[in-house]
Structures are given as C-alpha cells and as structure tokens.
C-alpha cells in the first residue's frame, strides 16, 4: 500500500520562501516507489485543485504551472523503498496560499496536470503567505 506524507507548511510573508517535503512509502503494484512520478497540487478555500509542480521516475523531467515557474522547483531523492519529493517555494506571494498536497500515479506513468490521474495522495499541508 501507498502512504504519502507531506510535511513542511506553514506561515510566512510574501516574498519569503518554504519547503515542502513528501515521504512517499509502500507499492501497491510490486513496484517501487522510484518508479512512480510525483507531484505537487494545492486548493485554496472555495477553488479546484490545481496542479503545481511534477517530476519524472529519475527526476530528468519536470513541469511546473505558469503561476510558480521561475519561483518554484522540485527534486526528488529515490531511496531503496522510499521516496522524497521536495518543493522549493521561493518569492511567495499571498495568492500561492493554499493547502498543498503530494501526489503520485501509477509505475512507470506520466506528469499529468489533472488531478484525476492521481491515484495516491498525501493528506495536505497548510500553507499561509500573509501580505
């Protein structure tokens, strides 16, 4: 089983910085972890969740949303039966204020940027930019 664990929120003024961290654990599949993309989402109050940030298997690939791009990067470290995915957040604005929440698909699949391709994810961290 899958368990993903999300840690790293908080509150900070804008133009200050975070760093979220996801310990993804488990397989459902026999896989492991490294095999799987990860990703970042986030919902503020009475919005859709919305696709952040994504890494490839191996981390040679990633996307990022036009709102975070040059503000926001993503890593990820591949253990033996565990992965962490790390979101840097720097120049942080009152708008990126939500809960962010990792995820991860399937073996071997893609970055997708709808939610509903995600079939594991973490339970959310809270993240608050005051102006």
């Known amino acids: 089983q899958v368990q993903l664990e999300e840690s790293g929120g908080g509150l900070v003024q804008a133009g200050g910085s975070l760093r979220l961290a996801c310990k993804a654990s488990?397989?459902?599949?026999?896989?492991?972890?490294?095999?799987?993309?990860m990703a970042w989402f986030r919902q503020a109050p009475g919005k859709e969740r919305e696709f952040v940030a994504g890494i490839s298997q191996k981390g040679s690939i990633t996307k990022f949303a036009d709102s975070v791009k040059g503000r926001f990067t993503i890593s990820r470290v591949n253990a033996l039966n565990t992965v962490y995915s790390y979101l840097q957040m720097n120049g942080l604005k009152p708008e990126d204020t939500a809960v962010y929440y990792c995820?991860?698909?399937?073996?071997?699949?893609?970055?997708?940027?709808?939610?509903?391709?995600?079939?594991?994810w973490g339970q959310g961290t809270q993240v608050t930019v005051s102006s």
């Open positions: 995820a991860a698909d399937r073996p071997l699949g893609s970055i997708h940027l709808s939610p509903n391709e995600y079939t594991y």
């Open positions: 488990g397989s459902a599949t026999g896989s492991t972890m490294s095999t799987y993309p």
